[in-house]
C-alpha cells in the first residue's frame, strides 16, 4: 500500500497549494502520491437538500459523505450545525475505510432540520428526544420520543401496534398475498384465488439510535403447509418523528411455465393495519391523494352539502379536519335527522396504469360503489382517523410502478382497515411467463442464429423469473388528529419524494472515490467545453423525457429504459430480442452517476436512483443456481439466456449505497461477495466457445474484462465496508490483480483459469492476443483507477497502461507490440477515456491528443450528429412526442461516460 502522511502533514501541503488535480509536469509516480498528499483535508463540509424544503413530514433522512483518504480515523465524532450555528442532533458511523485504515465515507442520520447544514469533526450532539429500543420483552418496542412502535418477533402480524402518548394509532400491520393458481386466456369460468400471510422468520435489531433505529423483518408468506415469495422489511425510526418509513422487498421464486395457464400468478401484494375508530362518524376524515399535493378531504359522516344546513362553522370545521361541536348547537333540522346521513365506510384508488387512476367510495360491504373522481397521476397518499388520532400512509412511485391501489375499508367501524397494495388486486394477475416458445431454437447452432436476427440470446428456460426480486417504499405517519391541510401537503411531498440530504460535488471529487481524477464539476469556461456539457444535459434530457413518451413504468419495469431505436416505426424496439430492455449494457448506471457526482443535480440523482432500485432487484437473479449473476438485455428483463457478472456489477450499486447508506443496496453488494462461485454453474461463452471446456473448482475460465470488472467490484466494496468476508475479498484482490500483471499478455491475455479455493488465476505458459470491445466498458477503467488508486502495484498499473494504451492503437501498434492486431474492434469513443486516463497516468501527450481525437472522430455521437429531437404527431406514433433517431443507449452510455472523464482528465488539452 502506498504511504498515507499525517494529516499535519497533509494540511501543510493543502496550504501550499498542491492541487487535487494531477499534474502534467510529474512524473507517473509523483502524480499518483501527490493528489493524496493535497487533498485530504478536515475542512467544515456543506450539506444541502436535493430538492428545496428540508426534511418536511418525512422522519428522517441519511447520507453518505466521502473523504479524502488519511483525513479521519475509526472513532473520529462528527458535529453538525445550521445556518445559524445551532446544533443539529446527527447519529454517524463507518461506511468504507481506505487501505490505511482511515474513513473513507461516513454515514449521518439527522432527524431534523432544513436549509444548508455543516458537518465538521466534534462533539456530537444528542436528540431532545432519544429514538430507543427494546428486546427484552416478546415485542421489538421502538420509540421515537413521539410515537412508539411494537414489532413482533414470529407469527403474522409485523408492526403489533403504534401508539401515540398513550393512543393506539394502528395495529396489526401485516402483509398480504393473493396467489391466483391459473391464468384464464379465454373466459371460462370463475378465477380462483388464495390468501397468504407474511410469517416472520428472522427479526434483527441493526441501528439502535439515539437518532435512527433500523429493524429487519425476514420471512415467507405462508398458507397451511406452503412458505413462498420471501420477504425482507426493514423499518426506520428517527429521534422525535411522529412517522417511521419501510422499506419492503420481495423475490420471486413461484413456479411459472411458458404456454401453461397454472402456476403461481401473484393476483395482490400489499401492506395492511389496523386503524381503531374512536370518534363520531362525522369527526372522521378521509384523506386521499390525487395529483399533485392534491386530496379527496371528506369525512365518514358528511355534513356538507346537505339539503339542511348546520351552520357555515360547523361545515367549515368538518372539511378542515376540526373536532365539530356538540351536535346540540348545530341547526336542528340537521341534528334530528344524523341517522339518516350515509355513513362511508371504504374507499378505494386504483392506478391501474402510468396514464390514470378512479376514485370510489361505498357504505359497507354488500352495496354499490360510487364514482368519487378520477385522474392521472395518484401521489399513493391516503389518511383515515379522526380528532383523537388517525394514520396517514404512503406507498413512493405510486402511479410509477402501477398497477398500485389504496384501500380503506370498514371506517365506520370501530376498526377500519388500510391497504397499500403494491400489486393492486383488481389488475390483470402478475404474468412472469417466458413470451415465446422457442421457435425452434433447441440447439446452441440454432440460437446462435437466432442472435443474428432478433440479438436475442435465447436457450430453452432460461427466461425464468425465479429469483428475481422488487423494492418498494412507504411512509406511515402517526398523527395525534387529523392534519392540517398544510401537513397533509407535507406528507404528500414526502411520500412522492423523500427528502434527501446530500454532500457537494466538490466533496464528492476531492476525496478521490470512484476513480479519482475520472468526473470534475461542469465547466463552460470555453466554446468546446460548453459544446460538450449541452450534449450532456440534451441526452439526458431526452431519456428523462422518453420515459414519460414511452410509459416506461410498471412494477418490474420503472427504473429501466430502452436499448435501441427502430427508425421504421418511429418507436424503441421494446419487443425485439436483444434491442429492448437496456439491463445496464454497457454502464449507463455509472455515466448518470458520475453525471450526477460531477453536478449535484436533483433530477439526475433520482434517475439514476430509480436505475438502481431496478437493475439491482429485477435484472438480478437472488435465488436459485444462478444467483449473483444478471440476464443481458431483452424483451423481458429475465428473458436472454445470457447470465453473466457483467449486469450483476457491484459497480453499479455502490454509488447509490454511499451516497445513502441504503442497507437494502448494501444487501445486493454483500450477496455478490461469492459470486465467483457461479463460474461453477454457468459458462458465460458456452455457445461460443471452441477449445474443450468442463467447469472445475481449480481451473474456471474467468475473463479479465466483463466478468472480473463485476467479480472484483464485490471484492473491493466489501474489503472497503470491513465486511463479514473482507479479509478473504482483500485476499482476491490483491492476487487476482497480481496474476492478471503476471500473465504474459496481462489484460490482453482475455482470461485465464481461475482457482477457487486461493483466488489466483492461472499464470499462461504462452502468450494470447484475445482482445474484446466490450472488455472495458462495463466499469474496467473505473474500477482499475481506484485500485490503481489504492494499491500499490507497479506491475498491475503497467499492464493496465498497456491495454489503454493499445486498444485505440494501430492495428501496426498492436502488431509491433504483441505479435499480432486486436482483431476488428469497434466503441472507440468510449475507449478514449482509456486514452485519457493512461495520458495522465504516463505524462503521455501523445495519448492526450489520441484521446480528443477518437472521442471527436471515431464512431459513437459526432459533432455533426443532429444533437436534437424532431415532433412526432399523428398517424406515425401512438401518442404525440419527440424522438431523436440517430440515438441508442449504447452510444449514449458511451459518451456521457467519454465525455465526463476525458473533460475531467483532459479538459485543459482540448484541440
Known sequence: MSPIPRRSLLKAAAAAGAAAQFSWALGAKDALAAPRAAAADDDPVTLDWLEDGGLGAAPGSTLGVP??????????????????????????????????????????????????????????????????????????????????????????????????????????????????????????????????????????VEQDGPVRAVVRIDGKHRKGGRSWLPFSIRLYFYAGADSFRMVHTITFDGTVEPGKASGDFIRGLGVRFTVPMRDAAYDRHIRIGGEGTGLLREAVQGITGLRRDPGATVQAAQYAGQKLADPSTWDQRVTTRLQYIPKWGDYTLSQLSADGFTLRKRTTKGYGWIPAGG??????????????????????????????????????????????????????????????????????????????????????????????????????????????????????????????????????IKSKVFGPGLYSEPDRSTAAKAKIEDHLDFLFTYYKDQVAQRRWYGFW????????????????????????????????????????????????????????????????????????????????????????????????????????????????????????????????????????????????????????????????????????????????????????AAQPNGFVQGSGLYDLDTGKFAVASAPVVSVSHLSAVFGLNELCAELIHLVDMPEFKEVYMDYCRYFNASKTEQAARYGSNFGTLLLFQGHSRLDAYAAVQLDDATLAKRAWTKFYSSDGYMESSPWKTEALNGPVTL??????????????????????????LLGDKMP
Request: proline share 5%.
Open 879 to 904: 401518442v404525440p412526442g419527440s424522438e431523436a433517431a440517430w440515438v441508442s443507449s449504447n452510444d449514449t452510455a458511451l459518451y456521457g461516460l467519454a465525455a465526463i472523464e476525458n473533460l475531467a
Open 67 to 204: 473523504w479524502p483518504m488519511g483525513t479521519y480515523q475509526e472513532d473520529q465524532t462528527f458535529a453538525l450545525t445550521d445556518a445559524g450555528g445551532t446544533a443539529v442532533p446527527v447519529q454517524s458511523w463507518p461506511l468504507a475505510y481506505w487501505p490505511d485504515g482511515s474513513l473513507k465515507w461516513t454515514a449521518h442520520a439527522v432527524s431534523s432540520g432544513s436549509g444548508k447544514l455543516t458537518l465538521t469533526a466534534g462533539e456530537t450532539a444528542a436528540p431532545d428526544k432519544n429514538v430507543t429500543v427494546d428486546k427484552s420483552g416478546g415485542t421489538i418496542d421502538v420509540s421515537t420520543g413521539v410515537i412508539t412502535a411494537k414489532i413482533g418477533k414470529n407469527g403474522s402480524t409485523l408492526i403489533k401496534s403504534v401508539t401515540r402518548g398513550g393512543t393506539e394509532i394502528a395495529k396489526n400491520g401485516r402483509l398480504v398475498l393473493i396467489r391466483q393458481p391459473e391464468i384464464e386466456d379465454e373466459d371460462q369460468g370463475a378465477v380462483k384465488t388464495e390468501r397468504f400471510d407474511g410469517v416472520i422468520g428472522e427479526v434483527t
Open 375 to 508: 385522474g392521472g397521476h395518484a401521489s399513493g397518499f391516503g389518511y383515515v382517523g379522526g380528532a383523537s388520532g388517525g394514520f396517514s400512509f404512503g406507498l413512493r412511485d405510486f402511479w410509477e410502478k402501477f398497477p398500485a391501489q389504496l384501500d380503506i375499508r370498514d371506517a365506520h367501524t370501530d376498526e377500519a382497515e388500510v391497504t397499500l397494495w403494491l400489486w393492486s388486486p383488481e389488475a390483470q394477475p402478475m404474468d412472469l411467463r417466458f413470451y415465446h416458445d422457442g421457435m425452434g431454437q433447441d440447439t446452441y447452432a440454432e440460437q446462435l442464429q437466432g442472435l443474428e436476427i432478433t440479438y436475442e440470446d435465447y436457450e430453452p428456460e432460461f427466461g425464468t423469473p425465479y429469483g428475481i426480486a422488487r423494492t418498494s417504499e412507504l411512509l406511515f405517519w402517526a398523527n395525534e388528529s387529523t392534519p392540517t391541510p398544510g401537513t397533509l401537503a407535507q406528507q404528500v411531498e414526502a411520500v412522492r419524494v423523500l427528502p434527501q440530504l446530500a454532500a457537494p460535488p466538490a466533496q464528492l
Open 557 to 740: 419495469d420503472y427504473g429501466d429504459f430502452m436499448h435501441s431505436y427502430d427508425t421504421v416505426r418511429h418507436q424503441w424496439r421494446y419487443d425485439v430480442g436483444g434491442y429492448a430492455w437496456d439491463n445496464s449494457e454497457l454502464s449507463p448506471d455509472i455515466w448518470l452517476w458520475f453525471a450526477y457526482l460531477r453536478s449535484g443535480r436533483s433530477d439526475i440523482f433520482r434517475f439514476a436512483e430509480a436505475l438502481t432500485r431496478h437493475t439491482g432487484e429485477v435484472d438480478v437473479y437472488h435465488l436459485g443456481q444462478w444467483a449473483g449473476l444478471g440476464t443481458r438485455h431483452g424483451v423481458q428483463h429475465y428473458a436472454d439466456s445470457a447470465k453473466q457478472q457483467r449486469i450483476a456489477n457491484t459497480t453499479y450499486r455502490r454509488y447509490y449505497y454511499f451516497l445513502t447508506a441504503d442497507e437494502r443496496v448494501g444487501d445486493l453488494m454483500a450477496a455478490n461477495v461469492d459470486s465467483d462461485e457461479t463460474f461453477l454453474v454457468l459458462d458465460p461463452i458456452r455457445k461460443i466457445r471452441t477449445e474443450p471446456y468442463t467447469p472445475d473448482r481449480h481451473a474456471l475460465s474467468i475473463g479479465f474484462g466483463t466478468d472480473w470488472s463485476g467479480l472484483v467490484s464485490a471484492w473491493l466494496t466489501e474489503w472497503e465496508r470491513k465486511g463479514p468476508k473482507w479479509e478473504k475479498a482483500k485476499a482476491r484482490v490483491l492476487s487476482t490483480m497480481e496474476t492478471i
